[in-house]
């Protein structure tokens, strides 16, 4: 990250905003080397970039990320680097992961579960974005899913991301679980091999955590965080916001 861009992304003390999906904070701790890396500097005077936070299992995450890619597909402007980075919800969740609703209602404590998947759920089909939440029982641990997603060629990476999102959000499929990412990256054209190993690595597992604690201690509260240029917008963004801030990027 540029210094500039760093020193922005540190002044964020927003409200979060209400369609993302938030953790408790822990006690500030910098963690300079999980600190994710910019792009090469030659691109950095040909590209636009643009970074995203955020967590596979977090729905507002699955319906941003759609919208950007949206925009994305359709943008005839200068060339865009999208760098996804890693946020935990729940970085203590077992591997197994933990009942979602039990999670949600200690959470969120007077907050209907059905009012919020109700939410997310017409928010999605504004978008054309499903959820089954009649199938989706267990909040999983994420950090083998964004190592092996951060490990996948840069052409695989999306249809990785979008085989992750269906397989939790739509089958109810545990994305902490080895064979379910082996069966996503075999769907996403990548091998079983290929995810089993990144999955199951200690080294790839740390760097996920430290580049999330990275982002927790830096400002990040709640995801999806875009940070497009100087800007900084946070939770489920429509294509159109996502796509004025883009244009005020290239227009730099």
Not at 185 to 211: C, N
Request: charge should be positive.
């Amino acid at each position: 990250m540029s210094t500039m861009n760093r020193r922005a992304f540190l002044k964020f003390t927003g409200v979060v905003a209400l369609c993302a999906c938030t953790r408790e904070q822990p006690a500030p701790a910098v963690l300079d080397a999980g600190a994710p890396q910019a792009a090469p500097a030659a691109q950095a005077t040909t590209r636009l970039q643009v970074d995203v936070w955020h967590d596979m299992s977090c729905p507002w995450c699955r319906i941003g990320l759609h919208n950007l890619g949206q925009v994305l597909s359709a943008w005839s402007g200068p060339p865009v680097t999208l760098l996804l980075h890693p946020f935990l919800l729940e970085p203590g969740a077992p591997a197994e992961g933990t009942d979602l609703r039990a999670m949600l209602t200690a959470k969120y404590g007077n907050v209907s579960v059905d009012q919020i998947f109700s939410r997310v759920t017409q928010m999605g089909t504004q978008y054309g974005v499903r959820f089954n939440w009649e199938k989706v029982r267990v909040s999983p641990q994420t950090a083998a899913a964004h190592a092996l997603l951060a490990a996948a060629p840069l052409e695989r990476q999306r249809a990785l991301l979008e085989s992750l999102h269906r397989a939790y959000f739509e089958q109810g499929l545990n994305i902490g679980d080895v064979q379910v990412l082996a069966s996503a990256s075999e769907e996403a054209g990548l091998t079983a091999e290929f995810a089993r190993s990144i999955a199951t690595d200690p080294k790839r597992l740390s760097d996920v955590r430290a580049q999330a604690a990275w982002a927790s201690s830096s400002g990040v509260r709640g995801v999806p965080y875009f940070q497009i240029g100087g800007q900084t917008l946070q939770g489920a963004r429509s294509p159109d916001e996502l796509r004025a801030a883009l244009q005020v990027l290239a227009r730099r």
